[in-house]
Structure formats: C-alpha cells, structure tokens
C-alpha cells in the first residue's frame, strides 16, 4: 500500500492525511467547489477536485470518486465516516477495482448497516438486545400486531440509517400508521430504504458505545468504552472516556459483548458497537454498530495513548494489531466537545459564513483537531463541524475544570458556535453528578 485516496473533508480529511504521512504513504485529496479553499488540500501530496458544492454530486458520487482513485493510481481509500463510509456496495466497488478499502469487509458493512439484520446476529451470539421486530417493516398495517405485542411507547427506526433520520417515538397505536409513515418516507429519502424496525421504547438513557479493532489474522480486541449521552435529537454534542455511570462489573461485561459481536462477523477494521444503558435497571442492549472510524475516536486515542487512523492504515496493509496483548486501562479521563456552527440560542440552526477569528486554545492536556482557521468561509452544503476540543486529566472533575479553561480561551468571531451551549453543559450540576441521558438536553437546555 503506498497512496491513500482521503475520500473524504474537513477535518477527518486533514486527520487522514497526516496519518499518511506518519507512515509514509502518499496522500490524494478530493475536494467540492465549496471546499477549494480546505487545508486537507494543501495538507495532502496532491488534489483533485470532484464536483460542484452538492455533496450528491462530489463526495457522495461513487462513481467519480473512484474514477479520481483509478486516475491517480490510488491503490487504497479512507472513506473517513459520513459520505460514503458505509455503503457496502461502494466498498464491494473498491475491491472490484483492486483498490484497498480501509475499513471492513463490504459483507461486515451489509451486515451491520442493515440494523433488522444487525439485532439478529447479536441475539444469535448471545448480546442483549432491546425488545422489538426481528424484521423490518414497509407498511404500517404489517407492523401493527407487532406493535402490540412489544407494547407501547415504541422507537421506529430506519433499517438502513442513523443520525436520528427515520427514527420516532409513538405512544399509543392511534398515532402509530401516521408516525410509521412519516418514519418510513424520511428514511426513503435519506437513505433509498424505507424499511423501518420496531423497539421497545426506554426512556432516560446512556448511550454507551465501545471501541473495537479486529486485523486480518483473526485478533480482536476493545479499546474501552465511551460515553456519548450528551445528544441533541440523536445527534451526539459531547462524549467522554470512561462512562461515569458503569461499575467494574457492567464495563467488563460491555465490553465483552461487543467483542462477542465483532468476532461473530469476523470483523477488521475499525469499529464502534453501541448500546443503550438503563441506569436504574443497571441493563444494556446493543442498538447497532458503526462499521468505520467515529468522530470522538480522539477520546479514546487520549485515554490508551493509540492513534487510530494510523492503525486502520496498518490494519489494511496486512499487518497485525499492534496494540499489547493485555487488556487496555483507562489512562484518567477524557472528554470531547464538539464546536459546530450553529447558534444554541435559536435552536441550534446551522451558522455558516466567515470565521473572521479562529484561535484555538494552547494549554496542557488539551487538543484540537479541526480544520478551520481565521479567514475560513464555512460552506452551508455539509455538516456544520468546525472541529473538535478533546480534553484530558487525572480524573473527570480535572477533565471538566479544563474544559471550562480551554473553552474561555476559545476565540472565534464571525459566525455564531456551539461553544456558549458547552460552557452552560460544563457547569450544569446534572452533568457534574452524570445524571443527565440522551434526551435531558432537549428538555433542560431550552429552560436555561
């Protein structure tokens, strides 16, 4: 393997191309018309551009992405996450054409990504599941008796997807055909699969998600687990390392699952099993798992002293793990805070435009992976991360007191962030005392 195709922008594009460097691969970039001006492109050996702004027609066009690999003798490609990360028939094209895909088997990805399919291989090898349909639905009147039978409230949820699109919670059954339906068409347009499953809806929950990395001669291995229950409508705004909520016992018994589930598929690569955790029940489920590399991989990175593209690249090449035999011990606490454009105040609407000042803080035990800078024309077509403050301490009440610092000496002007809504989480009590879950912020922050 000596030239990386970095199929992907912002600041895991940048990230990607470093690990290039570290073990000296070459490194083609692809970039948008919006993203001419992106340092993954400067960063990179060299660049090409793809298409207009539409990410439908650049980053998302599979077809154009692997004619720009073939053209510059790629012989390997990062999708990064998001875009084309996990579509299994762009990873089978990959093969088809000799090139390395970094990540997992297009089988793996299949398996997973179809979430009906995904719950029955985990209650086959024995992982916990949450209560719902073995089979996904196309039709609401299908679904009814299995509506009932699992009881209400319940979370519909797309097959094919995630990010919270084609996902709702119903009731009772009068507002379930209107709901399924709604569920249904927005997971059709999203993803080309309406197909929705059925799950027991429960409230005031973790989401507890564990790293794990599998190689080519059958080794593989958990690299701790990371708590992500800070979330706005299922988008993940803050996660850390280790959970606060989970004792020895559950951590152990976790993280076992979701080896049990990686091994089970044969799993390379890397990647995240996630789950739900009822604190009062002290019970986990598997919800699913994200066949590629995750946007708070930094924590995890804090916490065992790893990198992991660097190892995803190695991985891919044919070489073992190189992580130790003995299993990995949390080296103190890690925190990661996404800074988004967009305003808190008016209901986290996207915020794009000039950052007329970017000035990350410089202090010990803080990192920033972005790909932003003063100047920087933030374009309205994608996501709205600028990038990502990673934290480390001694312990969680550090991690949070630098936080805090590192957020006060954040300097950004030009466009409205999401830093204001990070300092409130910083020193809201329910954080502090870890009692918050996935839907606390939708219903405490907008009191604040």
């Known amino acids: 393997m000596k030239r990386v195709l970095v199929a992907n922008r912002g600041e895991i594009a940048l990230r990607i191309v470093r690990a290039c460097r570290k073990l000296g691969l070459e490194s083609v970039a692809i970039y948008s018309d919006a993203d001419e001006n992106s340092p993954h492109i400067w960063a990179a050996d060299s660049a090409i551009r793809i298409g207009p702004a539409s990410a439908s027609k650049s980053y998302l066009d599979a077809r154009i992405v692997l004619e720009v690999a073939k053209a510059t003798k790629c012989d390997a490609l990062h999708p990064g996450y998001g875009f084309l990360s996990e579509r299994a028939t762009f990873a089978a094209e990959c093969v088809a054409e000799d090139i390395t895909f970094i990540g997992p088997s297009f089988e793996a990805i299949a398996l997973m990504g179809d979430k009906a399919e995904a719950r029955r291989t985990a209650k086959t090898c024995g992982v916990p599941v949450v209560p719902g349909s073995d089979t996904a639905f196309h039709d609401p009147m299908g679904a009814t008796e299995t509506a ?56 005031r929950i973790r989401h507890i998600e564990v790293q794990v990395f ?87 990175e804090m916490l065992t002293g ?9 991985i891919a090449a044919g070489e073992p793990l190189s992580f130790p035999d003995s299993p990995f011990a949390a080296n103190g ?33 803080v990192r920033v ?9 933030v374009p309205p077509f994608y996501d709205s991360l600028l990038g990502k403050l990673i934290v480390h301490g001694k312990d969680r009440a550090q991690c949070i007191s630098r936080a805090l610092d590192a957020l006060d000496c954040f300097e950004v002007g030009g466009i409205a962030t999401t830093i204001p809504f990070l300092r409130w989480l910083m020193v809201a009590p329910d954080f502090a005392r870890a009692t918050v879950h996935t839907r606390w912020v939708e219903t405490e922050f907008q009191h604040a």
């Open 333 to 365: 606490h890690a925190i990661e805070l996404r800074i988004n454009a967009e305003d808190p105040d008016r209901g986290f609407a996207p915020s794009p435009g000039r950052l007329t000042r970017w000035r990350p803080p410089e202090m010990s035990g």
């Open 369 to 377: 992976d972005s790909h932003a800078y003063s100047g920087y024309d």
């Open 148 to 203: 009932t039978m699992i009881g209400f409230p319940i979370l519909l949820k797309a097959r094919a997807g995630g990010g919270g699109r084609g996902m709702r919670i119903v009731s009772d059954m009068t507002s379930f055909t209107s709901a399924f339906a709604q569920a249904s068409g927005e997971a059709e347009a999203a993803f080309g699969d309406g197909g929705i499953y059925l799950e027991r809806f429960i409230g």
């Open 306 to 314: 790893t990198d992991l593209v660097a190892e995803q690249l190695r």
């Open 214 to 300: 599998g190689d080519r001669h059958g080794r593989i291995v958990h690299l701790l687990e990371r708590d992500c229950s800070v979330q706005r409508r299922h988008q993940k705004l803050v996660e850390e390392g280790p959970s606060p909520v989970l004792d020895d016992a559950t951590r152990q018994a976790i993280c076992a699952a979701a080896i049990k589930l990686a091994s089970a598929i044969g799993y390379v690569g890397a990647g995240t099993v996630e789950f739900i955790y009822d604190a009062d029940s002290q019970e986990f489920y598997f919800i699913e798992m994200n066949t590629r590399i995750q946007v708070e991989h930094p924590v995890t």
